[in-house]
């Protein structure tokens, strides 16, 4: 019983591990980063954010990597 619950957790984390890692195409396929340093960013400058994930920024539209929703524009103030 032990064996079982130690190997699906482990198997758990691995698929989720490897979910997240795994970067996003855009449409002309290049990979998409969605980690953005916002800090760099001119004042009016727009970036795009996962309302149900905010640590996912990007410098392009596209989906969220973790729940697939699409990214909300956003303006540095």
Known sequence: MK??????ALAFVLIT???Q???AKTDNGAAQTFVLDTTSLKSGEAFYQCTMDP???SDKPGSCPVCHMDLTEMTKH
């Open 21 to 23: 890692n795994s970067p």
């Open 3 to 8: 064996k079982t619950i130690i190997y699906s």
């Open 17 to 19: 591990t490897a979910c």
């Open 55 to 57: 640590q996912v920024i």
